[in-house]
Nanobody, 116 residues
Framework: QVRLVESGGGLVQAGGSLRLSCAAS????????MGWHRQAPGKQRELVAV???????NYADSVKGRFTISRDNTKNTVYLQMNSLRPEDTAVYYC??????????WGQGTQVTVSS
């Protein structure tokens, strides 16, 4: 059974930092593309950051230079370091895995709230 479990969300002031973690079981993160998505109230879910099998990364324009995705294969865990947080970063953040073209598995999400 595949499980992705996010943690690390919370309430932070604008300009602050948080690090989200996504602990995977039932899959090997090194064999998958891993991504962080977010969904704000009343908005569609958006892809924030991706790390591919070869460790190349991509980011949404809105978070470039502020967020960093990484993974620790020994812990089978993916991270999202979020710096210089803004109120518009407030959302539920989801971890997901992708073997080929579709996002196959999702975590339950972790709430990030940035106060102004």
């Amino acid at each position: 059974q595949v499980r992705l479990v996010e943690s690390g969300g919370g309430l932070v002031q604008a300009g602050g930092s948080l690090r989200l973690s996504c602990a995977a079981s039932g899959i090997s993160i090194r064999s998958n593309t891993m991504g962080w998505h977010r969904q704000a109230p009343g908005k569609q879910r958006e892809l924030v950051a991706v790390i591919a099998r070869g460790d190349s990364t991509n980011y949404a324009d809105s978070v470039k230079g502020r967020f960093t995705i990484s993974r620790d294969n020994t812990k089978n865990t993916v991270y999202l370091q979020m710096n210089s947080l803004r109120p518009e970063d407030t959302a539920v953040y989801y971890c997901a895995s992708r073997a080929w073209t579709l996002w196959d598995y999702w975590g339950q999400g972790t709430q990030v709230t940035v106060s102004s």
